[in-house]
């Protein structure tokens, strides 16, 4: 097993989901209305609250145990699948009362479609656990990209059809069917008709607190949109919220990729404490390598990316983007620590941190309300420093290693990452860069500033550099 090939993998199937994704909007833009856009994001807000119970995870839980008999499968099958019905069934029943809270009754008939994608996805969710912890992600990447592209392909007709908002639901339905097809195709494994209590006991101590978790997770990353939508309006949650996808799009599918990779592995490391912790340690260098100069290069260039890539009317985002830029750099490095807590069975640990990350942020955003959507960026980010602490040093202990040691391996892409904005800082301000059209600066600057990145670490931290090679090699 290698997790270096598992990241590869695991990106490509990524890719293929924002590819699908960023056509779907392309083409489905023009042909859908606002209207319908709209009343499916609405439905999105349940389903993705179900999405985190859809198997309270049971799945993540098979790829984690380090042997794995039959009942322990089979009971894990009938749970997930149970559960995914459940949901489907329930979501179904209150759909009336679901769309009458959203005061759009067209949302009725929209959630009895979607409530098909629980039952759907959950038939085959540990089919896909199994593949995974077998780390055969090349095959789960190549189902995710045939099933994410037939589902766009099925939405664009409907929609030339004129199915409206259902063209959108059909996507989702239809991909999750096509997925679960090739899933069960693909792996040998069937499930039987076997039911061990202690089997699912033991299930539980894993996935019972990781669903707790990520059920905390939600209402706090969530929390700042409430909050700031509710004392200080529409136009700040704007500004707020379009800063905050800058900084989490392209760490949000890097944490992804990483965690995918690494938990399969880490998984099958439980007897071998030394290799995980650097695995672990390894992955934080390749992170910290591919996002400290992204996010100090967005810190050093908001004045000119913002207004440039998404007009003039987002000027208020630049003060925003100076806080949640260091919030994407630490936050790139503590989304990991989850898949050492899983590994090493400790999601009770997990949980607690969670909580206690939950109660810290949802207490930064009140105090930093008082000074509006900016006071707000900044508190979440001195709530972001202070949580780092405790969650990479209780994972690091967990195998057998300090803070200081996650310093020692990062330190060096950090400071090159810090003098390129430097640099750029500096470039911005040269007369001849300034009488350049504000398109034309910003081309400039960022090809700067991945020369200037690059040549740094190719000279001062060869470490990093033969990680990212490694990463995109063919052979490791």
């Known amino acids: ?58 799945a993540s839980a098979v790829i984690q145990r380090e042997t794995l ?55 085959a969710s540990v089919h896909q656990a199994l593949l995974e912890r077998d780390s055969r992600f090349k095959l789960v990447a190549r189902i995710e990209s045939v099933s994410g592209i037939a589902g766009l392909v099925i939405a664009i007709v409907l929609a030339h059809a004129g199915a409206g908002a259902y063209s959108l639901v059909a996507q989702t339905v239809a991909a999750a069917a096509i997925s679960s097809v090739q899933l069960w195709l693909a792996s040998k494994w069937r499930p039987r008709r076997q039911w061990s209590g202690e089997a699912l006991k033991s299930i539980w101590k894993f996935s019972g607190n990781l669903a707790a978790f990520n059920f905390v997770n939600y209402f706090s990353r969530n929390a700042d949109s409430m909050i700031i939508g509710r004392f200080l309006g529409a136009g700040a949650l704007g500004a707020y919220s379009l800063a905050y996808r800058l900084m989490l799009f392209p760490l949000q599918n890097l944490t992804i990729v990483a965690s995918r990779a690494l938990f399969p592995v880490m998984s099958r490391q439980q007897a071998a404490i030394g290799d995980m912790a650097n695995l672990y340690l390894r992955t934080l260098l390749i992170i910290a390598t591919v996002t400290a100069p992204m996010m100090a290069g967005l810190f050093a260039l908001r004045d000119i990316f913002v207004p440039v890539v998404l007009g003039s009317q987002w000027l208020a985002t630049i003060d925003i983007v100076a806080w949640l830029a260091p919030v994407g750099f630490i936050q790139s490095l503590v989304s990991t620590v989850g898949t050492v807590f899983m590994a090493r069975g400790r999601t009770d640990i997990l949980f607690r941190l969670g909580v206690f990350s939950a109660v810290l942020q949802i207490a930064s955003f009140f105090i930093g309300i008082q000074w509006g959507v900016v006071g707000v960026a900044t508190c979440y980010f001195i709530a972001n420093v202070i949580n780092a602490l405790p969650c990479l040093g209780m994972a690091l202990r967990l195998v057998d290693r300090r803070l ?73």
């Not at 709209?38 to 999405?51: D, E, I, Q, R, S």
């Not at 009942?71 to 699948?81: C, G, I, R, V």
């Open 1 to 58: 097993m290698s997790a270096l090939s598992n990241a590869r993998w695991v990106a490509v199937g990524q890719a293929a989901r924002v590819g699908v994704q960023v056509l779907g909007l392309i083409f489905l833009s023009r042909i859908l209305s606002p209207g319908d856009f709209g009343l499916v994001a609405m439905a999105t807000v349940v389903a993705n609250f179900a999405n985190l119970v859809r198997d309270l995870g049971t």
């Open 69 to 123: 008999d039959e009942p322990t499968k089979n009971t894990a099958y009938w749970f997930s699948l149970g559960t995914g019905t459940l949901l489907g069934v329930g979501i179904a029943a209150l759909a009336p009362v679901l769309s009458a809270a959203f005061k759009a009754p067209q949302l009725t008939g929209i959630f009895l479609v979607l409530s098909l994608t629980f039952p759907i996805a959950s038939a």
């Open 404 to 476: 200081v040691d996650l310093w020692l391996s990062i330190w060096l892409p950090v400071a090159t990452a810090a003098l390129m904005a430097a640099i750029l800082s500096l470039l911005k301000r040269e007369a001849l860069i300034q009488a350049l059209p504000d398109m034309l600066q910003l081309i400039l600057l960022i090809v700067a500033g991945v020369i200037i990145y690059g040549a740094l670490i190719a000279t001062f931290a060869r470490a990093s550099s033969k990680e990212l090679l490694l990463l995109v090699m063919k052979r490791t």
